[in-house]
């Protein structure tokens, strides 16, 4: 019998599809079921339509009597209706490193003002090469290598680490941690784990903390952007606004189309272009400038004094600085023009949070990529630190 491959009607508008990897996931009710011979019986039962020829009247009998055995369990209302699975919270798990040493600190305790690190090791929304779920990790360890979190014992604030290439001494009085991995559950709806990834980020959010999430592919980006959100500052070589697919959930490369279209940010500019495919489906709202543009001394003027959250994809740095990525597009920034580019976004706006994605470290080479981008996430955050923390410090005593 050959596997469903179209959309079907399910009560109370929802749709039953074939999932990416071996389940079936009904859109609409953030549930899905494993892809096996009953649930595709229960499919039938659901489909109003049914045009199956293959199943005899027996599978179907069966598959009813299965489905009432599911409202009986209350899997399933009344209506027919598949209740959300019940979830663990949105608690992260421990990471085997944190990032830069920093403590680990569950999302309760976090106070006002830290810098927290969250890994979101989740490729499935690429739709290349996949290995980006390794992101965070990589990234942790070679925060390690160079850097380690030694902290006041009399304010609880970081020493401050000597860093000749950003003008010496950064992040001196800083307070980090590590909040540790939003894991992804083998076979669990990607909108589940959207959910799950946003209720985390909302709990830094809530606690006036700073998030920095580290990816993990660009699809997490639709669950890091506060919401609202004023403008998302994009540095990436592609757009990510290809068109979306009726009845699937989103991924790395329509994910800005998604939050665009659930008016979710109220502007995206997009810094480092070279691909721009898809561009030409989004009516407003997006501003686009390529490498060439950063050179100019006006290219930050779109921005100037918003509130931005800032998405860094890695491809926007040019492959051969960092080979470590699942979509590489030749012709980038080099990492001190990623650096400067940082340095003005941070001093001319206020963020509020930033992403990480697309390091893929199967892709990489002794290290090189994660290297590269543990240096282009210390310059952002020694230049938000003593622009924005610091200053505001200083104001208030």
Request: aromatic share 6%; hydrophobic share 40%.
């Amino acid at each position: 019998m050959s596997e469903p491959s179209t959309m079907y009607r399910c009560v109370e508008g929802l749709r039953l599809t074939d999932f990416r990897g071996g389940r079936l996931e009904l859109v609409g009710a953030g549930v899905s079921v494993p892809a096996t011979e009953m649930a595709r019986k229960i499919a039938v039962h659901f489909e109003k339509d049914a045009h199956w020829a293959d199943f005899a009247l027996a599978d179907v009998q069966e598959a009813k009597l299965e489905f009432q055995k599911m409202k009986a369990a209350g899997i399933i209302g009344e209506a027919g209706a598949v209740k959300p699975a019940e979830t663990s919270g949105p608690e992260p798990e421990r990471p085997v490193q944190t990032m830069f040493g920093a403590p680990f600190r569950a999302l309760a305790d976090i106070g006002p003002g830290e810098i927290v690190f969250l890994g979101a090791p989740i490729d499935i929304g690429t739709t290349g090469i996949p290995g980006a779920r390794f992101g965070p990790d990589a990234i942790r360890s070679a925060s390690l290598e160079r850097y380690r979190c030694r902290l006041d014992v009399a304010t609880g604030g970081m020493i401050a680490w000597n860093v000749p290439s950003l003008g010496g001494a950064v992040l001196g009085g800083a307070h980090l941690s590590d909040a540790g991995n939003v894991v992804y559950a083998a076979g669990e709806p990607q909108s589940a784990y959207y959910d799950r990834l946003s209720a985390a980020v909302r709990a830094v959010f809530a606690a006036k903390g700073f998030p920095v999430i580290l990816g993990g592919d660009h699809s997490i980006t639709y669950s890091t952007v506060p919401d609202p959100c004023e403008a998302l500052v994009h540095l990436d070589a592609h757009c990510d606004l290809a068109p979306l697919v009726t009845g699937h959930c989103h991924h790395h490369g329509n994910v800005l189309t998604r939050l665009l279209s659930e008016n979710r940010v109220g502007e995206v500019h997009h810094f480092g272009l070279r691909d721009t495919s898809g561009w030409d489906t989004v009516d407003a709202g997006t501003f686009g400038k390529s490498v060439g543009d950063l050179e100019r001394p006006d290219w930050t003027a779109g921005i100037d004094g918003k509130e931005v959250f800032v998405s860094l994809d890695v491809d926007v740095l040019d492959p051969g600085i960092l080979p470590g990525t699942g979509t590489p597009v030749i012709g980038g920034l080099t990492l001190r023009q990623l650096c400067q580019a940082l340095s003005q976004i941070i001093r001319c706006t206020r963020p509020v949070g930033l992403d990480l994605v697309e390091l893929c470290p199967t892709r990489d080479r002794d290290g090189l990529s994660a290297r590269v981008a543990i240096e282009a996430l210390l310059c952002f955050l020694a230049v938000y630190h003593e622009v924005h923390v610091k200053s505001s410090q200083r104001l208030a005593q």
